[in-house]
């Protein structure tokens, strides 16, 4: 049998252009020597090339669901856009149950989720569409805990969302951050912040949302991402019998916040339970709730059609990517198929990963170098998270440095799976570290909207398709390996 190892780096993108290009910066002569020696191509990663909207940016979630699958499958993002449109939105049961029960007891609906219009977890559209719902049903006591962006947007963009919510007569009772209320990492105090927030008020004490912005700005919070908690209106808490509707709809970062409110086992932090509460969720990222929208069941991803072969093989990554590398790569399958293994490696805990641009990629290399060894493995999927985290921080410097150390893993662990049997598949998931200026010279701490390289590494003379996706990187595994693609599946870059 042939081995396969497929290294994602996360946000590394492909850019000609200098000019707050990290990557470049970095000058990464193993990687630069890779892309020389061995077959290249580019791959779109965003848009319609990943199930997205025309012009929207990929993502982690998405660029691994897509590998993963081996097809382009219609998102979250554009199954909610078409039911507005249709107007299917409006008669959804699971919305309408949070409805109904904010009738039945004469109770508030709360909307709860990130005021952005990038599309990478939730987009303002939703929002509005909830508020023009609600208006439809006569509600009178609406309220909105908004959460800010300052990543996948610009990073001081948040009073443009808010001021679209007030002219769309959204009544905002909460601001915070997605540092506190988006955290995916067990970070539990940054969660409580949030819940304390929307449950008792617990804030900085403001009256006006826009001038709210101001005053946080004012007092050191540098970007929306980091806003601390600021309560504007005491009678939108959460309270008793209350109705909520979270309108994010990828999952990894909505969990913990959506566990604080509904889940009875919830361990995170000692918490006053609200009781009695009718929530419902946009993605599947909390058994408890009501989901108004569901990824559909994907069937012959690669990894069900390697466990069918009975071929046993490895997901590794820090905990920043570990879902990304499993639940999403697997098609959104929470449990691993059989003869999966799984190795998550905890990630720094850090404020921002500017301050350990490495983060654990030294030791993800080490683990994986052991594992490839033990020749154990048929496949080996291996993420990287370095120059999307650190990107994402917005500091160039930091960002110059992680790539320098990626260049120094890869380096290590790229002849070792050669000396080994394995062909290597080198790519990534969408753009960051690649463009981190905006045009007038600010930080751009979102992802780029450039193409990924892929290159594959092996001792075969290969060629490969241009103008292909990400959707053709499980398909490419399988035929380095020998194996046949599923018929669900798109062509090979081979």
């Known amino acids: 049998m042939n081995k396969a190892l497929l290294i994602v780096l996360d946000g590394f993108g492909y850019s000609t252009k200098k000019a707050g290009n990290a990557i470049a910066m970095a000058d990464m002569k193993y990687e630069k020597s890779l892309r020389k020696s061995y077959p290249t191509v580019q791959l779109k990663c965003y848009g319609e090339a990943v199930g997205l909207p025309k012009g929207a940016m990929g993502g ?168 601390r908690p600021m309560i504007l209106n005491p009678e939108g808490r959460i309270k008793n019998h209350d109705s909520i509707i979270f309108w994010n709809y990828r999952t990894d970062r909505s969990k913990q916040l959506a566990g604080a409110f509904i889940d009875p086992k919830f361990r995170g932090f000692t918490r006053r339970r609200v009781g009695h509460l009718a929530m419902t969720v946009f993605g599947e990222y909390s058994k408890d709730a009501n989901v108004a929208f569901h990824t559909p069941q994907i069937k012959n991803n690669l990894g069900e059609t390697l466990s069918k072969l009975k071929i046993r093989e490895l997901r590794i990554a820090e905990t920043e990517k570990y879902a990304h590398v499993t639940f999403f790569f697997n098609s959104q399958v929470k449990e691993p198929y059989p003869m999966e293994d799984r190795i998550i490696i905890p990630s720094p805990k850090v404020a921002s990963y500017a301050e350990k641009p490495e983060m654990s990629a030294t030791e993800v290399t080490d683990r994986v170098i052991k594992e490839i060894k033990s020749e154990k493995y048929g496949f080996i999927a291996l993420n990287y998270a370095n120059a999307d985290l650190v990107g994402h921080s917005g500091d160039m410097k930091a960002a110059i440095k992680c790539c320098k150390h990626l260049d120094k893993c890869l380096k290590q662990v790229i002849p070792v799976a050669q000396a080994h049997g394995y062909s290597v598949i080198l790519t990534a998931d969408h753009g960051n570290a690649d463009s981190m200026k905006y045009a007038n010279g600010d930080d751009n701490p979102s992802h780029s909207m450039n193409q990924v390289l892929c290159t594959i590494i092996s001792d075969k003379k290969l060629k490969l398709a241009k103008g292909q996706s990400l959707a053709a990187i499980g398909p490419t595994i399988l035929k380095l390996m020998g194996i046949k693609k599923p018929k669900e599946m798109v062509h090979s870059l081979i």
């Open 60 to 227: 982690s979630e998405v660029g691994h669901y897509t590998m993963g699958a081996g097809r382009i499958i219609l998102q979250l993002q554009e199954q909610i856009n078409d039911d507005i449109r249709t107007g299917e939105f409006f008669k959804n049961k699971e919305i309408l149950k949070a409805i109904n029960n904010a009738k039945k007891h004469n109770s508030a609906l709360h909307l709860i989720g990130m005021i952005s219009d990038e599309g990478v977890h939730s987009h303002l559209n939703h929002l509005l569409a909830c508020l023009e719902l609600a208006k439809r049903h006569k509600l009178n006591k609406v309220f909105i805990h908004a959460i800010t962006d300052g990543r996948d947007v610009p990073e001081r963009s948040a009073k443009k969302y808010i001021k679209k919510v007030l002219d769309a007569g959204g009544n905002i009772a909460s601001i915070v951050g997605r540092f506190y209320a988006m955290d995916r990492d067990t970070n539990w105090k940054r969660t409580e912040k949030a819940y304390m927030l929307m449950t008792k008020g617990e804030g900085f004490k403001e009256a006006d949302p826009i001038k709210a912005l101001d005053n946080a700005y004012a007092r050191g919070d540098n970007t929306d991402y980091y806003l």
